[in-house]
């Protein structure tokens, strides 16, 4: 039953041309984040730059991705819940012998799984593109972008969790996805904020939802930063712990709100 | 998925890199040096090239004849050319020898770059002094035919497939509509005359 509904919910949310558009955008963005390899190195330490290079490409790409992802995942969840909320199909839904919780990560999963699936397939394959040379090297991309993934994941799990909020609390579709929109909008415009308007506070921010997902997979793939800067300084599994927070941290109101029936009581 | 989104995707996938990889990207100018190498001993660099066909490599210049560095604080001594016999080989991707040669530099030779990969330099220092010999490499701008040949062939693969296959989706799905349309029309007019048969059977009985 689980299975069906899931996979009416990914025809629903996948139909044409969303899956098209997406992948376009997305690859579209993943591809002007990568440059034409004309580089010289030292013979002695050739090997530890490429691989540096290859880190810088991965975050970069990472980055150039993260406000489509969030724009993408903001509104195919805003159009999941509030959809259904509006045109009454919810009501058929929670009329059916399933769990509320079923229906809620059912279309969660609908969303946030295949926009994973695009969002690293096409970062390893734009990153593989450029520094595809032989067997060996397609291994050392492999080995870097395969952390890219947990990271996409949480950080959508975050944008999600947001959208299915907003979708909760509005359920019409067009506010749902004009808030979900702003709210990303704005979130990532402070978030990218230099330092000569906010002074110190800027190097803070690296710990927002938006930027802390490229400084985590930065430091676990061994990126280099500025010797002052403050990525240096944190770990790599304390900002993977950050990530984990955020993606929980809006997505366990939201599942309550849904599975404990808030909206029949109100 | 169907064949059509898969050929829709694969469209859009290969026109987006066609746009991408059917220009030049290639850095123009660059100059590189890593340390000093003394005499008779052997430094090495390693260029990671995209195949982007016929470049200049150049060494012994810190800077180009038509390019003047012109920063005042500087004395411009510091990019004087570096008048040396070295021994050049270069290495390609498959570690094929394509220049092996005793020269004094700077020189600047036609390379072609036609493999994605390392290409490996070994400069040996035969002068009587230690000092830093600069490898650079040179584009002309606005080549066509120094865009990525790789990246220029995919897309053009997935192009030509992802436009053949929306086409034989659009085809298959037409006329599959088509022949559904004829079967719903046969089984319409069956049932209109099982109807109109039955309707006269009593007469005809």
Redesign the interface.
Known sequence: MQLDLLTSELRKVWG??I??LV??FV??MA??ST??????????Q?QSN?QL?IAETLVDALTSLTLPLTLFCGLLVSLSFARDYEQGLMQTLLSLPISRASIFVVKFVAVVVPLTVIAWSTTFFVTA??F???TN?LITVFSHAIWALPIILLALMFYAGMASMISLATRKTVPAALITLLTSFFVGFVSMLPERTIGALANYLIFTPYKAPSVALGRIIGMRYLPDAIENTVSPWVMLGLLIFYSVVLLVPTYLYFTKKFEVKE | ?NIT?LG??SL??GL??LL?ASSQ???LN?I?S??EIAPNQT????????P?GTGNFTCGYYRYPDRPVSIPELDPSLFDDVVLPVHLKIED?TNKTVFEHDIVTPISYEMDFN????Y???ITNQGNETTGIP???R?TQYEPINR?AD?YL?SIVLTTFGAVVTAVGFVVSFVFKHRKQRSNLAVNSGLTKHVMVSEVQPWLW
């Open positions: 044409r041309p899956l098209e992948i376009g690859f579209l591809l002007s440059q034409t390899m004309t580089e010289i190195y030292s013979l002695e050739y490429f290079i593109l450029n595809y040379s032989d090297t | 998925m989104r829709l995707v859009i996938v987006i890199l991408n990207h290639v850095g660059m590189h890593y340390g430094g090495g660099y390693v260029l990671f090239m995209a982007v991707p493999v994605r990969g390392f490996k330099i070994y490898i650079g490499l584009f990525e990246k995919l």
